[in-house]
């Protein structure tokens, strides 16, 4: 019998140390996806514990998380079972900040400046209320019916739609919000951030400051087959880095997101897997690289970097609610952590939508929104700078020149030049679960 005990506590050790050396470092992401997730939800976006524990972070394995909230730091610790605390802080006008060991909390963090203006126009372009228009090419029983087709009926939890917002010729045809949701509750966007890294770009180009067709020019790049990546090519994600985007597992994306301090520049050790122009990879970390180090090249101080974002874009297209966070290193984590209400997301669909003029100011020129919605090459026309395209019939009963902000679990911003429409739907799950065409093309239908 004590044999029997011996060998069977040896087989129980074999199988505690298995499981621990393969899952613990899950722990780490676990638990730092809860803390940064729920901070966020929190602090910046003024939500409830229970909402964002049930919906927010209420998917496996996140929902088996338990959380310590200090209101005076406005900090969150997550741990797992009571292994792995992680804890992230939340700074003014920086957001949640996933900390580590190295954290020090007497350091000054800079924050943006922010160029806030009041206007007396109605929205779009300053927040007073729009006259009523009634367009008669527009079917509203039938754009009605494609908008309810969104949020889930009685008892159902499948769409888990949360906001859906329609605009035609500047004009709000429908504004559609579940419960506990409005037009002042800031929504985060995910990678539909990735649009506004790349839109970053553009300001530059038509401010004459940068040419995306050239190098990259990354030092650690300098000497291997990586020195002829252009700038072009990170922003069409077909620089033939090596990258794996898988959100439910650890890889590449989940171990930058909760485990890096500085994500842009630990991204730079990225090997080649294929040549340059030649091979698209849908990547988070090429985003980061575009928002962090190589962005920061074009300005003399850290403080010129951040106030960048908000001065040249975010503000100056009244998307005032709007907040991009930043990492440990204090860089903008440009391809997942932007916040803002559906309306501002709503803006900068418009933006794009008047081919980068807003009311007047020339923001972005005319070629830079025609180049952001050209395919990639081997993308299928399904990519092109960091906006998802139509172009290649993906969603075959929506128009071809519909190209879109798209966000993990389902944030869109769909921009649809020929209808001149512009959609955001926010929510917690996304296509095919929650079906886009079907969606959008009923809309678009509804348009004659």
């Not at 939500?47 to 394995?61: A, H, K, T, W």
């Not at 009523?132 to 908008?147: G, M, N, Q, R």
């Not at 020195?227 to 033939?240: A, P, V």
């Amino acid at each position: 019998m004590k044999k029997w005990l011996k060998y069977l506590l040896v087989l129980i050790w074999i199988v505690i140390l298995y499981f621990g050396v393969t899952y613990y470092p899950a722990l780490n992401i676990v638990t730092g996806y809860a803390s940064k997730n729920m901070a966020s939800g929190l602090f910046l976006a003024n939500r409830d514990q229970l909402s964002m524990s049930d919906e927010d972070n209420g998917f496996f394995p996140i929902n088996l998380a338990s959380y310590q909230i200090d209101e005076n730091e406005k900090s969150v610790t997550a741990s797992l079972f009571g292994l792995m605390n992680r804890k992230a802080v939340y700074k003014e006008g920086l957001g949640a900040i996933l900390i580590n060991d190295s954290y020090d909390s007497s350091k000054d963090f800079p924050k943006p400046n922010r160029y806030f203006t009041n206007s007396s126009l109605p929205f779009p372009y300053g927040e007073l209320k729009q006259s009523d228009t009634v367009f008669p090419e527009v079917d509203y029983e039938k754009l009605d019916s494609a908008v309810k087709y969104a949020f889930d009926n009685g008892e159902d939890d499948l769409k888990q739609t949360r906001a859906v917002l329609v605009i035609y010729k500047d004009k709000i045809l429908n504004e559609t919000y579940t419960e506990g949701f409005d037009k002042n509750t800031l929504m985060h966007g995910w990678s539909m951030t990735k649009s506004i890294t790349s839109t970053m770009y553009g300001v530059l180009q038509n401010q004459g400051k940068i040419d995306i067709h050239s190098l990259a020019g990354i030092r650690d790049w300098a000497s291997d087959e990586r020195s002829k990546i252009t700038i072009n090519n990170l922003l069409q994600m077909n620089s033939g880095l090596s990258w794996d985007e898988e959100y439910f597992n650890i890889s590449d994306v989940t171990k930058m997101l909760y485990l890096e301090s500085d994500m842009g520049s630990s991204q730079i050790r990225n090997e080649l897997v294929g040549k340059p122009d030649s091979l698209w990879n849908y990547s988070s970390g090429t985003t980061n690289i575009l928002s962090g180090p190589l962005l920061k090249r074009q300005f003399k101080s850290h403080q010129e970097y951040l106030d960048f974002w908000y001065k040249d874009l975010i503000d100056r297209i009244g998307m005032h609610s709007m907040v991009i966070e930043t990492d440990l290193s204090g860089s903008f984590i440009g391809s997942s952590y932007a916040w803002a209400t559906t309306r501002d997301w709503a803006k900068f669909g418009l933006l794009y939508l008047h081919e980068g003029n807003w009311n007047g100011d020339q923001v972005l020129d005319s070629s830079w929104v025609k180049y952001a919605a050209t395919p990639t090459n081997t993308s299928n026309g399904r990519y092109g700078a960091q906006f998802w395209l139509n172009a290649g019939g993906h969603h075959p009963d929506v128009p071809l020149d519909m190209y879109s902000c798209n966000g993990f679990k389902g944030q869109y911003v769909f921009i649809v030049p020929s209808k001149q429409l512009v959609v955001v739907r926010l929510g917690l799950v996304s296509d095919p679960k929650f079906d886009v065409n079907t969606f959008l093309s009923g809309i678009t239908g509804s348009i004659n």
